[in-house]
């Protein structure tokens, strides 16, 4: 059996108000196994980005963190201290953000900061740190890096700075990277460029990747796994191959038929009609139910995900039995 | 670069100093005539006046009169006092210590209160901390200084008696100014820390610098009030002249010896030559320290070269 690095069950977070608790991401359960990369999709707003931050023990002001677990290589994070998420953070999981052009902070220099990092989990000299910085520097490619070691932020391209970004979260070669939006900010060219390092380097680091990301193209390119989330909740989960040829639930469909393809000649892309609710606001029933093309009675009661065959699983009426 | 852009501030100063000079020069004749008060309570001849009038170069046309002291000003002769026949220049240097000392004593006291306030305002915000912070910025804003030193050698001097109410006579005769002076400034330069930390807090280098597992102080101290520094330090720059015109009115509650009473004394006296000095000298200080912030941004944002326009 593939051994998991990490575990979400049912995990539960909102803001409160009041007595009311209002859950934005709604019983999340999702396993990452060692060397894989797992995508997870959806429109903004759907809870991804704040799943990937409770994974890091980085949620914003206000969000707490309501119910369900995450077990990070078999350690319960659940109400653990500052201190236990300071050692997970950049040791176990690693991240890197959609904007690198304001995800380094412009006033120091580059080789500071991922000398800062590295520093914070091993104890080494700093020229050792140095030498490390610099060697992570090489491996994502980047020219001159001794120079840019030196540099500032703002002396650099933003391939470059994304370059420095995962050289940065790799440098405490962290089992699990998460990364939210690579490439949505860099040209395509760039954006190839740099999904092609992070597959080599996962190769070569056996590292886990939860790839947070709109663009279906890149899942298609990088992911062995796919989640698809839809206000706050999965609603479909399978293996890449599973998820383009067979797609199941009616959302994911969408997002599919969506895609302009090369051998069609369309006038319009098919988009899905209405928007996702807010979170105070939810459906009882289906929450995608509203825009659902293919809504049934059945559709009122709300549907478990649950699996439909040993790729996938999905959370729809259309696919249950009972 | 660095040399033309220098250059240019200098250039810039001279013109800010030739339009002080005219300014001080036209509003203090407003003032009245000083040989009227010179002779106090007695009734002159009318060749006495004359005859003192044109010894203090009175006599001549306006524009004759600022040439000439644009002329001192240009060799470092600011004339000589009308009533003690001492030169400016030596009365200036003799009170420029207290001042400056004055001045750097009340923006340290800035910010000391200024940064811990701001910072803990700022990532305890609406707390009751961030609260307090806020209430005590305001109190800050809203006290006028005179009262406050008269409040502060009312309840340390005269009550307490623990320090001097008034003077300049060593270390402990700087505290009272320093703090009153410091108070008042820190409840605006407080304001300014906590909405520069909120604005930096809210970055995604933030963000970044956290999930790199540091510790939360390293993230706050180093990450964010780095950058928020930058706003603070002009903000620093431009009080400076708010802190000097406060010396002014703090030199007067407490006896200090410095170039704010300096002025008073010879603006009531008609003292024009001093008058003209003091104030000229304060207008250059000012451009100095301007120049001194504008030059320090470049070692706080590498992204900013002196010169090279921001």
């Known amino acids: 059996m593939t051994e998991s690095v990490l575990q979400v ?26 060397g894989e990369t797992l995508g997870i999709v959806g429109e903004s ?49 690693a991240m890197i953000f959609q904007e690198p052009m304001s995800s380094l902070n412009p006033v120091f220099t580059i080789g500071n900061q991922i000398v800062e990092m590295i520093q914070s989990h091993n104890k080494m000299p700093k020229e050792e740190a140095k030498q490390h910085a610099i060697h992570m520097l090489k491996t994502l490619g980047i020219p001159r890096a001794e120079a840019v070691f030196n540099e500032y932020p703002h002396q650099l391209s933003g391939g470059m700075r994304q370059r420095v970004m995962i050289a940065m979260a790799l440098s405490c070669n962290p089992d699990i990277l998460i990364a939210d939006e690579p490439t949505t900010a860099l040209d395509v060219t760039i954006q190839a460029q740099i999904l092609e390092l992070m597959k080599d380097l996962q190769q070569k680091m056996d590292m886990s990747i939860i790839l947070i990301t709109h663009d279906l193209g890149v899942v298609a390119e990088m992911c062995d796994r796919v989640i698809v989330m839809y206000a706050g909740e999965i609603v479909e989960q399978s293996t890449v191959v599973e998820l383009f040829d067979n797609p199941k639930h009616p959302y994911t469909k969408g997002l599919l038929a969506s895609l302009p393809k090369i051998e069609e000649r369309k006038e319009y892309l098919s988009s899905i009609k209405g928007v996702v609710p807010t979170a105070g606001n939810m459906p009882g029933g289906c929450r995608f139910a509203p825009r659902c093309t293919a809504r049934h009675e059945k559709c009122d009661v709300k549907p478990v995900l649950r699996n439909y065959n040993d790729q996938s699983m999905v959370q729809c009426w259309l696919y249950s039995d009972n | 670069m660095l040399l033309s852009y220098i250059v240019k501030r200098i250039f810039h100063a001279i ?73 400016v220049m030596t009365l200036i240097a003799e009170r420029v210590w207290p001042t400056m000392l004055l001045a750097f004593g009340g923006m340290v006291v800035a910010l000391l209160i200024a940064f811990p306030v701001g910072i803990i305002s700022a990532i305890k915000r609406d707390t009751f901390l961030d609260f307090g912070g806020r209430v005590f910025s305001l109190i800050g804003i809203s006290f006028p200084n005179f009262w406050l030193g008269i409040m502060l050698i009312l309840i340390f001097a005269v009550n307490l008696q623990w320090l001097p109410a008034s003077g300049f006579e060593g270390f402990k005769y700087l505290i009272l100014p320093s703090i009153t002076l410091g108070l008042i400034l820190s409840g605006v330069l407080a304001r300014l820390v906590r909405s520069s930390m909120l604005e930096v807090l809210n970055q995604q280098y933030i963000r970044t610098a956290e999930s790199k597992g540091i510790s939360k102080w390293v993230v706050i ?72 912030v504008d030059l320090s941004y470049s070692l706080i944002d590498p992204r900013i070269k002196a010169g090279k326009g921001k």
Not at chain 1, 75 to 83: A, F, L, P
Not at chain 2, 35 to 52: C, H, N, R, T, Y
Not at chain 2, 252 to 274: C, E, K, M, S, T
């Open chain 1, 45 to 93: 707003g759907c809870g991804k980005s704040l799943t990937s931050l409770a994974l890091m023990g980085l949620l914003p002001p206000g969000i707490e963190w309501q119910d369900g677990d995450i077990k990070i290589t078999e350690q319960s994070m659940k109400g653990v201290s500052h201190r236990v998420w300071r050692s997970v953070r950049g040791q176990k999981v």
């Open chain 2, 15 to 87: 013109l800010v100093v030739i339009v002080i000079s005219l300014i001080v020069f036209f509003s203090i004749r407003l003032t009245g005539d000083p040989v009227a008060i010179m002779f106090g309570a007695g009734e002159p001849s009318q060749e006495a006046i004359d005859q003192l009038t044109a010894e203090l170069g009175l006599d001549q046309p306006l524009h004759i009169q600022y040439g000439l002291f644009m002329k001192g000003l240009l060799t470092f002769d600011l004339g000589e006092s009308f009533r003690s026949g001492i030169p």
């Open chain 2, 221 to 292: 101290l180093k990450h964010a009030f780095r950058n928020a520094l930058l706003p603070t330090t002009t903000f620093i720059g431009l009080q400076f002249g708010a802190l000097l015109g406060g010396t002014v009115i703090i030199e007067q509650v407490f006896a200090w010896p410095g170039i704010g009473r300096l002025i008073i004394d010879a603006i009531n006296q008609r003292d024009y030559p001093v008058v003209q000095g003091g104030v000229v000298f304060l207008a250059l200080v000012m451009v100095v320290v301007n120049l001194i």
């Open chain 1, 9 to 34: 069950k049912e995990l539960k977070l909102g803001i409160s108000n009041g007595k009311h608790k209002i859950p934005i991401v709604n019983g999340v359960s999702f396993n990452l196994n060692k």
